[in-house]
């Protein structure tokens, strides 16, 4: 049996205003609230409700057949309330149905586990609070932000928090010779490991519309073969897992609603289940349905799902994402110190993964991907906005 895993990523930033030195001292807001409530609406309008409103028809018209999984962050659904409360709501509805499975991560989206361990609990079991908060929902399987893993990660969310499995990329320098298609254990045979199979996901999330791709344009049927032969290779009777993870604006706002992005959706699930040895699955299903014992893979060195690489680069490469990461952080023990729970929450806000992918330098197709996200005209422009940001906070410390 192959289980198609869908998960799919919420998040919305708390993008910055463009704040300078002269405004230091002002006391003014560091973030952009009309920009921000502008993006959450359009993208309500053009994925979020939409997708919801299929997603929903899917798992009854398949009678719970079909599964889904997501991770929201908690500055989504913060903005979700502030901008777009039946947004909310819509998830809600999915969750009720007892087909999706809601992971954990850090609240804020952040870098934390990289920087600072006890900051990093923190935000997980913020998290965990909000998805019982808001779904009541008790999280069991665990996403760090950007699928940033390696091995210190999970003896964190296994021995503090008790998760009890980790999704992450299917890295080729990792597997190697192996395949991402079954469920592996961490290094210490501990908690279960599912890899994302990127060259699939990648398909819908990147290529989907993409004309000159020479597969253009993806059918249901041929994506569906595709999934059909992966299973050829197994004649033991093992469980396989095709693990497509992607952003969830996938759907509506990177591939528009004119390219067929939604009616692909629409007939995917009964195209799958017309084969009995296809199905799909929640990452937690993966505890009772590996039915063989699971080989150990060690993540050594972090990595991630982003560009070529699919390492840290993306966030943490070029002096400007070093230097302002590295004094947010040095900021963060000082702030504690003062016990200040709104300059907490600042810094909190500014860890955010998406102000260091802004500020990414890189070029040619990983490049143009970043500028696509960035709402800044460079990443220059990215950095001056974020330090001078760090300026004003330090000034309400010392204040």
């Avoid at 692909?264 to 009772?288: Q, Y």
């Avoid at 050594?300 to 699919?310: F, M």
């Avoid at 302002?324 to 040095?330: G, N, V």
Wanted: charged share 25%; hydrophobic share 35%.
């Amino acid at each position: 049996m192959l289980n198609i895993i869908f998960y799919f990523q919420v998040h919305q930033p708390y993008r910055l205003d463009h704040f300078n030195v002269l405004d230091i001292g002002k006391n003014r807001n560091l973030f952009d609230d009309k920009l921000n409530g502008l993006v959450m609406r359009k993208v309500a309008e053009k994925c979020y409700l939409p997708t919801n409103k299929l997603l929903l028809e899917l798992i009854q018209q398949s009678e719970g057949r079909f599964k889904i999984a997501f991770s929201i962050t908690g500055t989504a659904i913060e903005q979700f309330k502030l901008y777009s409360p039946e947004t909310l709501d819509s998830f809600k509805r999915l969750v009720d149905t007892g087909c999706v499975e809601l992971l954990g991560e850090t609240y804020f989206h952040s870098l934390a586990f990289l920087y600072d361990t006890n900051e990093f609990l923190d935000q997980v079991a913020m998290h965990r609070d909000l998805m019982q908060k808001e779904f009541g929902y008790y999280t069991t399987t665990f996403r760090n932000t950007e699928l940033i893993y390696q091995d210190r990660l999970s003896d964190l969310i296994y021995e503090v928090e008790g998760f009890k499995t980790i999704v992450t990329e299917g890295v080729d320098r990792i597997l190697q010779w192996r395949t991402p298609l079954y469920a592996y254990k961490n290094y210490s045979k501990d908690i279960n490991l599912l890899l994302k199979y990127y060259q699939l996901a990648d398909d819908i999330a990147f290529r989907f519309s993409n004309r000159d791709w020479p597969e253009y344009p993806l059918t249901v049927e041929k994506f569906v073969s595709w999934i059909d032969h992966l299973t050829l290779g197994e004649t033991s009777g093992k469980n396989l897992f095709l693990n497509l993870f992607m952003d969830y604006e996938t759907f509506g706002e990177h591939q528009w609603a004119s390219s067929g992005i939604f009616e692909f959706m629409r007939h995917f699930p009964s195209e799958v289940l017309k084969r009995p040895h296809l199905g799909f699955a929640n990452p937690k299903d993966t505890t009772h349905l590996a039915n063989y014992q699971q080989e150990s893979l060690s993540f050594p060195e972090a990595v991630s799902w982003a560009d070529e690489q699919r390492d840290l680069s993306a966030w943490l490469e070029n002096g400007m994402q070093k230097n302002a990461i590295e004094t947010l952080y040095e900021l963060f023990s000082r702030i504690k110190q003062k016990g200040d729970p709104e300059l907490l929450r600042i810094a909190r806000l500014l860890s955010t993964s998406d102000h260091f992918y802004y500020m990414c330098s890189k070029y040619f197709q990983d490049g143009d991907v970043h500028k696509y996200f960035s709402p800044y005209d460079s990443p220059d422009q990215a950095y001056t906005y974020f330090i001078t940001a760090l300026a004003e906070l330090e000034e309400r410390i010392m204040g």
